[in-house]
């Protein structure tokens, strides 16, 4: 089966159990801080989608547990305990950052990534979360990220739409320009 296929599943699962149990919200930001983990600890992801040959099945569960402080919601516990019956826990970055997306939705809220070159004042992020709400009705969880490479601007991505307006994306524009340009001359 399509890989895409089984997260979406796994996902959606875990949005509806959360919905029945009424702890949506903790369960979320379990799954936010444990994509974040794996996310900046390659180790730690590395361990994870190990073979069970490698790592067992309860090792991962204690490593993610870990992540954690091993203070774990029994839902957050319970799903990943499927996954490693199901022989799924390679896919839980995936599944879990699926999860958070569709439960914000699902309580009127929007995930949305702003990158820019430095911290952002808090008008800026302000200014974000009032255009999210005027274009598409829903609240904004805003995860902001600094990159210095983007040099200046910011690049916003939420859905299926990427704002690049970022210095770095207006030079490499010009570049291409003038590189066009040079080819005519030639």
């Known amino acids: 089966m399509n890989q895409s296929i089984v997260i979406t599943r796994y996902a959606r699962a875990l949005v509806k159990y959360v919905a029945e149990t009424g702890d949506g919200a903790v369960v979320c930001s379990e799954a936010e801080a444990l994509v974040k983990a794996l996310h900046s600890v390659p180790d730690l992801s590395r361990m994870v989608r190990a073979s069970d040959d490698v790592v067992s099945p309860f090792d991962k569960k204690k490593l993610l547990q870990g992540a954690l402080g091993n203070k774990m919601s029994s839902e957050l516990s319970r799903f990943l305990t499927l996954l490693n019956r199901k ?4 896919l839980v970055e995936d599944i879990l950052r699926d999860f958070t997306d569709m439960y914000y939705r699902s309580v009127g809220k929007r995930v949305v990534q702003l990158v820019v070159a430095v911290e952002p004042s808090e008008r800026l992020v302000q200014r974000v979360r009032d255009l999210i709400k005027d274009k598409t009705g829903d609240d904004a969880v805003i995860s902001v990220a600094v990159d210095p490479d983007i040099v200046g601007g910011f690049v916003l991505d939420f859905d299926d739409y990427l704002l690049d307006a970022s210095a770095r994306r207006a030079l490499d524009r010009i570049k291409e320009q003038f590189i066009e340009q040079n080819r005519r001359i030639i």
């Not at 022989?87 to 390679?90: A, S």
Request: glycine share 24%; charged share 50%; aromatic share 0%.
């Open 87 to 90: 022989g799924r826990m390679d």
